[in-house]
């Protein structure tokens, strides 16, 4: 017992693949391996979500179970309001929460080599995937400036730059035709050239970008 408990606070249970077997060794890198490791800061956060919703809970059937706020009727909207609030924040922190304990995932992946191709070629592939992503931004966020200005003032899908934005990332998914109908009512000539060079630009050149990119990693792993 107190063995384990050493190991999860110096925490350094680290895959190493030995040369000589194909087996993995679980090698103890220390405390401050542990505490820089990513994925102790992922622990971290799920922890620590975990927590706060536990006070969301506790601070919401305070607020309920309050005699001032059973007695006084008039109050109740405020009340309402405030419950609804407090519902909101753990909903959106069970969210991240869920979130952080599907990423946990990966973290266990390390272990067997087959499962870990994943994890490699995601490392292997953030210098890239981060340029990628950088190119990937500016192309949408312009095509999403040129929605705009082109049918901004006829459709309410292209009305203000977030809505282009949210309307281009459904065009890239491929919710295309039905947006390339409007486009063609406001200005015929125009939705075809506009659809034409983002499907080809965002759509076929820069997602296989991110397949070459992806596929180079896993190979060389």
Known sequence: MVFIFYNILAGGWDGNKDETTTRIEASHQGLKAFLLDKWTLVDFLNYLLFIYYIILRISLTQMITAKENIIQVKQSLEVKERAASIIQSQLLGNFFNVLLCLLKCFKYYRFQPRL??????????????????????????????????????????????????????????????????????????????????????????????????????????
């Open 116 to 221: 870990a191709i994943v994890n490699n070629t995601l490392e292997k592939s953030i210098p890239d995937l981060y340029h990628f992503a950088l190119m990937f931004m500016t192309f949408l966020y312009g095509f999403s400036a040129i929605s705009h200005v082109l049918f901004g003032p006829e459709m309410h899908m292209f009305s203000t730059l977030p809505i282009a934005l949210s309307s281009g990332w459904m065009m890239m998914l491929g919710a295309g035709l039905d947006h390339f109908a409007s486009m063609a009512r406001v200005d015929g000539k125009m939705a075809v050239v506009f659809y034409t060079t983002f499907i080809f630009l965002v759509n076929i050149v820069l997602l296989n970008i991110l397949l070459a990119i992806l596929v180079r990693m896993s190979v060389k792993d």
